[in-house]
């Protein structure tokens, strides 16, 4: 069984999806959806034990060898990806029933197991595969399960953010898709490792520009890179809280990754930084991202979409630390990858608890919520600081190894801006840490009580991961800095 581990990590999602809509019955969907979660994170950790033992995991499909069949390559950055995304997927689905009870009709629960599984598998297969085709097909698995994802919130709204999100995502596949096609061209294969040995061949090709332009565009706006953010306010602001804190957790993280794999492990930092200059591009709109998202952020009187807004700003931490191109900064992009989906995740769910009371996120209605559901707002409390960058906290690290970074470069101004960005976050958190506090209760808050176990807990374990990767800062940004170094080696 351990040898097939890459497959089944496919695999268990995947089928249990169909198999949902066989089901079809409430309790046991939902039971049933979320064993396989689990065991799909079991399959993850057993997989990064693998890696870490005995280095590189390779499994050839149909018994093809690479480069002439496709080919599931699992390194330490891959592993950690499959980590972290199975392990919110579990996390989050087991915090969902009570959530999808007030937020979804009854009668589309087995088909949201259904889809959410779907995404899962296109977001785990992403991270897996070592076949550049393949990486678009799972990128449109999830990104078509994430469409009907928000489509299902009960709110007319979620529809139009739905198809906004379609839109704008069906712009950067296709820009993914002709990326691939151009390289294919150049190369003859869609073997991530083979294409970067071809690619010396075809060195000075003006297609290889073409190429790079494409796939660069595209991943920057399934990411929500600034200015390509767009879609993500009303998506996170309008899904069901289930789906924003699963999304919000993965789905950009993962894009990401895409982009680490592509720079670094097809393209290579001597063509892509060196001769193409990539950090005059990422710099400025990471810093811009952080700067202005944070403002705006600031004045959102919805939760949600303040938190929305907060995570354009820290998708602008991740390309800030990998337009250094260096080991630091890598570390720093890849940990606060890691990081900062235990924090958005806890602080999602979190809303979703206060959803359940109030029937709403609006700050007003918020108001004296702390004195009525304690533990709920303690967990937001927490994770906000995590968002600030308070000592302690897992956010503390990733800013630590930003502002090493800039350091290392000499890049004062980028150092000092990285520390003033924290007060725009201060902002924002105080504001609901005030409101939920230190105001009289609201007509809302005055009938509210505590959010049920079933959804306390799985919120306070991503919360409480956040604090525990903050202070055993070797099991996060360890991985990372390991994995930074091999991606700077070239590793595809």
Not at 28 to 39: D, K, T
Not at 158 to 163: I, N
Not at 173 to 196: C, V
Request: net charge positive.
């Amino acid at each position: 069984m351990i040898e097939h581990l890459p497959v089944l990590q496919i695999i268990v999602p995947m089928i249990a999806a169909p198999l949902c809509v066989l089901l079809r019955r409430r309790l046991l969907v939902l039971g049933f959806a979320i064993l396989a979660c689990w065991i799909t994170f079991g399959l993850s950790v057993a997989l990064l034990d693998q890696v870490l033992t005995n280095g590189v995991v390779r499994y050839e499909m149909g018994g093809w060898a690479a480069p002439w069949g496709i080919e599931y390559r699992v390194d330490l950055l891959s592993a950690f990806v499959l980590l972290l995304v199975s392990g919110i997927g579990a996390i989050v689905l087991t915090f969902a029933p009570r959530s999808l009870s007030d937020e979804v009709p009854v009668s589309r629960h087995y088909l949201f197991c259904s889809v959410y599984l779907l995404c899962l598998t296109g977001l785990l297969g992403i991270a897996i595969t070592g076949d550049l085709f393949n990486v678009f097909v799972f990128l449109e698995i999830s990104a078509l399960s994430s469409y009907a994802l928000i489509a299902m919130g009960g709110r007319r709204q979620a529809l139009p953010a739905a198809f906004q999100y379609l839109v704008m995502g069906t712009i950067g596949a296709t820009f993914i898709l002709i990326g691939i096609g151009l390289m294919y061209m150049m190369t003859g294969t869609l073997n991530m490792e083979d294409m970067a040995t071809r690619l010396a061949a075809v060195d000075g090709v003006r297609t290889g520009l073409v190429a790079f332009g494409f796939f660069t565009v595209g991943v920057a706006l399934k990411m929500a890179l600034f200015p390509l953010h767009v879609w993500l306010p009303n998506a996170y602001t309008y899904a069901p809280s289930v789906v924003t804190a699963f999304l919000a957790a993965t789905a950009t993280k993962v894009s990401v990754y895409i982009l680490l794999r592509f720079v670094f492990g097809v393209f290579g930092v001597e063509f892509a930084f060196e001769r193409l200059g990539l950090t005059t591009i990422l710099l400025p709109l990471s810093l811009a991202g952080i700067v202005v998202a944070s403002t705006v952020a600031i004045y959102q009187r919805n939760i949600k979409r303040m938190l929305a807004y907060s995570s354009v700003a820290q998708i602008g931490y991740m390309v800030l630390g990998i337009s250094f191109a260096t080991a630091t900064g890598l570390t720093a992009g890849i940990v606060h990858l890691f990081n900062h989906a235990l924090i958005k995740g806890g602080l999602f769910m979190a809303m979703g608890c206060v959803m359940l009371r109030l029937k709403s996120v609006d700050i007003d209605d918020m108001a004296g919520i702390g004195r009525k559901m304690p533990f709920t707002m303690a967990a937001w409390a927490v994770g906000g600081l995590g968002l600030i960058g308070v000592p302690v906290t897992a956010g503390f690290i990733s800013k630590w190894y930003l502002i090493r970074g800039a350091l290392e470069l000499n890049w004062w101004p980028v150092a000092v801006l990285v520390l003033l960005s924290s007060l725009l976050a201060l902002v924002y958190v105080w504001r609901v840490i005030e409101t939920a506090f230190f105001k009289e209760p609201s007509e809302r808050a005055q009938t509210a009580t505590e959010a049920p176990l079933s959804m306390l807990i799985p919120t306070w374990v991503l919360i409480g991961a956040s604090i525990f990767f903050g202070l055993m800062t070797s099991r996060s940004a360890g991985i990372a800095q390991q994995a930074a170094e091999a991606l700077l080696r070239g590793s595809p």
